[in-house]
């Protein structure tokens, strides 16, 4: 007999390690989940054979690509969580602007967005269900992983977007992007709050497809000083944690930005992703044990030789606690992280015991 497909109504399986999904509920875990952003491709073999025969888009959307490589750090680093292989640069795509992946250069705009006309004609209407390969390869990912782990969806937040969407490409200072917020604000606030509406719609969506969580990146939030990140990023991601509330769990990962954890801790998030910029101590004092805290663990230093890693885990854990707590990097895992050397860190966290 054939399996039907998975929909949301339908589970597929309930989950047998539902470690992320407890922990994001405060619920007491016997041991903290582990899972690495940027996991699923760029360091592991598996993923660069997928990545010498099809492009990069063509792997985002061909759902059944991008179901194999979600799969890949469960089955070969054993995370506790899939991420769904995707690009928070789908949602520019889907709002016409045109997005090219070149190998060595990183994403790139051809036509960016400089004046009110450019943002008058961006697709906002219904501009989420130009992304159904992402649902379609949540779905199969569900079904394929048939319970072991929970499944991550996620977003850009509405700032870093915009850093793409007004630079075209990535940049050091996003100085065109907050020259654009500082000399036409009006203008920047229409554009966040076109973003947000279409992320909005968007994560509901995914969790519809089966995300049983989701993460919102606002990769650049730490080029913002605190009050401009108050004033340009933080209500369009208390309107995105607002809006999820009762869906899905929502964990937002504004790097660089520790300033705003006490503010960001106060919302209806789950979860706040942290970086290494902050001790594990002063973020648990700033959040106050209301919001579960998700890091921070340097990228760099998974470059260093396995005990090392192995000790500054725990040391991470010991800092953290326990509970309320999920172990992450404090952003990507990069291209030159040797496998035993993630594996040692996941490893780590599924050995760690208090002395
Ligand atoms: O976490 C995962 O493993 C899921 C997949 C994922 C990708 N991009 C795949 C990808 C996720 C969560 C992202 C998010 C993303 N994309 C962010 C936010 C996270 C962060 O690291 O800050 C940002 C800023 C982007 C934009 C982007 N996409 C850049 C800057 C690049 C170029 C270089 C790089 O690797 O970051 C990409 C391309 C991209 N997206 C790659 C992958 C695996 C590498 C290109 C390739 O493998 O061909």
Redesign the pocket.
């Known amino acids: 007999m054939s399996t039907p497909p998975a929909t949301i109504d339908q589970p597929v399986k309930t989950l047998q390690n539902d470690l992320l999904l407890r922990a994001l509920r405060k619920e007491t875990v016997e041991r903290p989940p582990v899972w ?7 360091y592991l073999p598996d ?1 660069l054979k997928l ?1 010498a025969q099809y ?2 888009f063509t ?2 959307q061909t759902p059944e690509l991008a179901c194999a ?2 799969l890949q ?1 469960i089955d070969q680093v054993g995370v506790d969580a899939a ?7 789908v949602i520019p795509q889907a709002m016409g602007l045109e997005v090219l ?1 070149e ?1 060595g ?3 790139s705009l051809p036509k960016v967005i400089s004046c009110k006309q450019d943002i008058d004609d961006l697709v906002t209407d219904g501009a989420e269900q130009s992304l159904k390969y992402v649902y379609d390869a949540l779905t199969l990912t569900k079904k394929e992983l048939n319970g072991r782990v929970p499944l ?1 969806g ?1 977003a ?1 937040a509405p700032w ?1 977007i915009l850093c ?1 969407m007004i630079e075209g490409k ?1 940049s050091k200072t996003w100085e065109k992007a907050k020259q654009f917020a500082y000399t036409q604000p009006l203008l920047a606030h229409q554009l966040l709050q076109k973003i947000t509406d279409i992320t909005i719609s968007y994560l509901k969506l995914q969790a519809k497809a089966g995300a049983d969580t989701v ?1 919102v ?1 606002d ?2 939030a730490g080029a913002l000083s605190p009050a401009d990140f108050k004033t340009y990023a933080q209500p369009y991601l208390l309107q995105i944690a607002d809006a999820l509330q009762g869906e899905v769990p929502v964990i937002l ?1 504004p ?1 660089g930005s520790w300033y705003a954890l006490k503010d960001l801790s106060n919302s209806s998030a789950a979860g706040l992703g942290i970086d290494w910029g902050i001790a594990p101590e002063f973020a648990r004092e700033l959040t106050g044990n209301r919001i579960v805290l998700q890091g921070n663990f340097d990228p760099a230093k998974l470059l260093a030789p396995i005990p090392d890693i192995k000790k500054a885990v725990k040391e991470m854990i010991d800092a953290f606690g326990v509970q309320n707590y999920i172990a992450n990097l404090g ?5 030159n992280i040797p496998v035993d050397h993630a594996r040692a860190f996941v490893d780590a966290v599924k050995e760690y015991r208090k002395s």
């Not at 690495?36 to 760029?42: D, E, F, H, I, T």
């Not at 991420?83 to 640069?89: A, C, Q, R, V, W």
């Not at 952003?331 to 291209?335: C, L, V």
């Open positions: 690495m952003m940027r996991q699923a491709g760029r993923y990545k492009d990069f792997r985002v490589i979600t750090p991420i769904i292989f995707s690009d928070i640069l992946m190998e250069k990183g994403p991550i996620f850009g870093t793409y990535g993460q990146f990769s650049w990962f790097k952003h990507g895992i990069t291209p």
